[in-house]
């Protein structure tokens, strides 16, 4: 295994270790904007990015979103580019799920295997939307455009159509189905 390969679980940990040893507790309402968006609170909370006013200013806050295991914690620069998501990014939401190309991202093994507080929240956010992220990664994987086609419609992208039509013999009583959307 070579070097730079080691370099996001060493940074991982070292972070995680110096933020113990300095007995530091992040109080989100206290963070840099720009270090706000994908980071946790000392009571394991996500801080949440949001404007202040008109004029575009933001703000850090404590949102009431628990993050199960992980305290004290700011997303590395690493995990935001490996998963593809903007350290400007305000509220908690899915919409990000729906730009082109951000599964490929999410679902990347650097972000898959490095990233597990922001798989944590896609993976709650997918949920949210009726869908399951391994699913949706494993869509992705295949196809890249089932897997949007598996969000928009929450999870229940239309299957494959049968090719033979129903005869005289068959159960009338069943619903035709229609093709699927391409």
Do not use: W
């Not at 270790?17 to 270090?35: K, R, S, W």
């Not at 908690?92 to 597990?116: N, Q, V, W």
């Not at 391994?134 to 992705?140: R, Y």
């Amino acid at each position: 295994m070579s070097y730079s390969s080691l370099k996001l679980p060493i940074f991982l940990i070292v972070s995680s270790l110096l933020h113990a040893a300095l007995g530091e507790n992040i109080v989100c309402e206290n963070l840099p904007t720009n270090m706000c968006a994908f980071s946790i609170s000392a009571s394991g909370k996500r801080c949440l990015l949001e404007t202040a006013n008109v004029a575009g200013e933001y703000t850090c806050r404590t949102s009431a979103v628990e993050v199960e295991g992980i305290v004290n914690h700011v997303e590395g620069d690493e995990c935001i580019a490996a998963c593809g998501v903007d350290r400007k990014t305000v509220g908690i939401s899915s919409d990000a799920m729906m730009e082109a190309g951000f599964a490929a991202k999410l679902c990347s093994p650097a972000c898959l295997d490095y990233c597990p507080n922001i798989l944590d929240l896609y993976f709650n956010l997918a949920a949210g939307e009726g869908a399951f992220l391994p699913d949706l990664c494993d869509a992705q994987r295949i196809n890249p455009h089932r897997s949007m086609l598996e969000m928009l419609s929450s999870g229940a992208a239309p299957g494959p159509v049968s090719e033979t039509a129903p005869g005289p013999d068959s159960d009338s009583s069943a619903p035709a189905l229609a093709p699927a959307a391409m």
